[in-house]
């Protein structure tokens, strides 16, 4: 066996000896790379595949409760799927079963989460350690050189399988066939952007910017969907097939059950693209980490100026994330516009229908269906802006584990100059990000633009607070930033699925954004607004003096 390590002098280059042998060398210690990974994802595939899966297969039991008559359910598939706006969010409904309902109400959002999922498992477990070094130092031993990303891809396998078998086990009475469709769906679409990232992480010298991308490819495939989705009422749209996510919806699961089938019987054979675009984009991916260095990437970061010109920690914070925030609120503003777009047809989607009237008046307030529609959007993007001020307030550990914190520390940088130039951007770029969010939609719906800037903005405090967790938990171990993560996805799965599963209260209540007035529409209710500012601040005066005591990894 020969190591795969390689000199970092040139961008990339054939692998040296180890390319031309057999492919049993290629992949030597793939399966104590995998037993490594499983053992590092423990927690997070295993809580991933449990949520996700979980909220999927019990989806069954609280539309029952909801629609629990035939002809309520009738009543709802008909409502949503002549309308347009409903359609380009969840796809057409394809029956009126009560697994078809699950089925139209979850796959879009499933296979994307199914994507997210994959894609940070691949990240974390090619470029992540490339970046960090840990990479070279494996590769120095008998380590293949396709080996970790045959590991990483096999791990993603493993946590696809499972979120599948979770879901076809608890959809199960309603049909196995149905269940199968849709629990196959979610898995294949999640695998499809595992492969997707595998290759974007040879294409990147960053983790972070990897993600960034592969979110953006899973971005577009949500986009596309809901474009030809808007425009036909069967999933039949040229967009709606360029879009993996419109694969899985037209798997079209449970569309064999039911008093109202649009198109009988589950389509099997859309399991083939999945295989083939698979199959297809891991020959790419390991062709593409056959032909570079360990460390290396095809399209690497350019060396800067020999003379540096940043001269202080917020302008170098500025430089680091100036490009991801220019991603951000780009999508922002062209999901506003999008979502602005729809809110004219929201007042038509619910006029007949008084359960789906409850759900978004309770996502959304009581002051008319129109602003009750414009609130849940704007609490929508108000989660999603979460995301990203974690993501930014996570640089810290990045540039700490990354080694770069320490040249920076080493000189008249005080740990809380450091941290500020990066909680600037974090802040001060979500309240831009939910800023331009704001204007999209104003832009797009056309009216009332003052009321729904302000309704953005009020969504910052919660934004905030989040993102103050996930800086407390980085300030008090490096160790437990990534739980950061994890608390907004369970704020977001709370926010996306408790109003239609009616959760009790007091689960609702472990999220920041279900205490915020529903605006536009109702009048301004400040104390709570004042109470999470609060305590957003003092979470960042906890975790600057938490920050200054740790010991960093240096």
Same mark, same amino acid.
């Given at each position: 066996m020969t190591s795969v390590a390689a000199p970092a002098a040139g961008r990339t280059g054939r692998a040296g000896g180890s390319s031309n042998s057999g492919g049993s060398r290629q992949l030597a210690g793939t399966g104590i790379l995998l037993r490594l990974a499983l053992r590092r994802d423990r927690v997070m595939v295993p809580a991933w595949a449990l949520i996700l899966g979980g909220v999927i297969a019990t989806g069954s039991g609280a539309f029952e409760t909801l629609y629990d008559t035939t002809a309520k359910r009738a009543q709802l598939a008909q409502s949503m799927t002549a309308n347009s706006s409903m359609r380009s969010l969840y796809g057409p409904v394809f029956s009126d079963s009560l697994g078809g309902i699950v089925a139209w109400r979850y796959a879009v959002f499933g296979a994307a989460l199914a994507g997210v999922m994959s894609l940070l498992i691949v990240i974390r477990h090619t470029r992540d350690e490339e970046e960090t070094g840990r990479q070279e130092m494996l590769s120095s031993a008998m380590v293949g050189r396709r080996a970790p990303l045959t590991a990483a891809l096999l791990t993603a396998l493993i946590a696809n399988v499972g979120t599948a078998l979770i879901v076809a086990a608890g959809l199960s009475p309603e049909g196995g066939a149905g269940a199968l469709a849709l629990g196959l769906s979610i898995g294949a679409c999640g695998m499809l952007f595992a492969t997707a990232a595998a290759i974007v992480a040879q294409l990147t010298e960053s983790a972070r910017l990897a993600r960034g991308l592969t979110t953006a490819v899973i971005g577009a495939a949500f986009v596309l969907h809901s474009a030809g989705d808007a425009a036909t009422d069967d999933g039949s749209s040229v967009l709606t097939w360029l879009s993996p996510i419109g694969w899985a919806e037209n798997m079209r699961a449970f569309a064999s059950a039911g008093s109202i089938v649009r198109a009988p019987g589950e389509?099997?054979?859309?399991?083939?693209? $999945?295989?083939? #675009? +698979?199959?297809?984009? #891991?020959?790419?991916?390991?062709?593409? /980490? %056959?032909?570079?260095?360990? !460390? *290396? =990437? $095809?399209?690497p970061t350019r060396p800067g100026p020999a003379d540096g010109r940043l001269g202080t920690a917020g302008a170098l914070a500025w430089r680091l994330q100036r490009g991801g925030l220019l991603g951000w609120s780009l999508g922002f503003l062209i999901s506003g516009v999008i979502f602005g777009g729809m809110t004219k047809g929201a007042a038509d989607l619910v006029g007949d229908n008084e359960q789906a009237k409850e759900i978004f008046q309770r996502m959304g307030g009581q002051s008319g269906l129109t602003d009750a529609f414009l609130s849940a959007m704007l609490g929508m993007l108000g989660m999603v802006v979460a995301l990203y001020g974690v993501s930014s307030v996570l640089r810290l550990h990045g540039e700490e584990t990354g080694g770069r914190a320490e040249p920076i520390l080493a000189n008249a940088v005080s740990r809380v100059r450091w941290a #500020?130039?990066?909680?600037? +951007? /974090?802040? %001060?770029? =979500? /309240?831009?990000? *939910?800023?331009? %969010?704001? /204007?999209?939609? #104003?832009? !797009?719906y056309g009216h009332r633009a003052p009321g729904i800037l302000g309704a953005a903005l009020v969504q910052l405090p919660a934004v905030w607070t989040l993102t103050g967790v996930a800086l407390l938990l980085y300030a008090v171990s490096a160790k437990a930033a990534q739980a950061g993560w994890a608390v907004a996805g369970i704020c977001l799965a709370i926010g996306w699925i408790g109003p239609a599963l009616n959760l009790p209260q007091g689960v609702m209540d472990v999220s920041p954004f279900t205490h915020l007035p529903k605006l536009p529409g109702p009048a301004m209710q400040w104390p709570p607004v004042i109470a999470l500012t609060v305590l957003a601040v003092a979470l960042v005066a906890a975790s600057l003096m938490a920050l200054r005591r740790r010991d960093l990894s240096t």
């Open positions: 389509r099997w054979w859309v399991l083939l693209l $999945f295989v083939a #675009a +698979i199959a297809v984009q #891991a020959v790419v991916a390991y062709t593409l /980490a %056959g032909r570079r260095d360990v !460390g *290396m =990437s $095809f399209f #500020a130039g990066h909680l600037v +951007i /974090a802040y %001060g770029g =979500s /309240a831009l990000v *939910m800023l331009l %969010g704001g /204007a999209g939609l #104003a832009l !797009g």
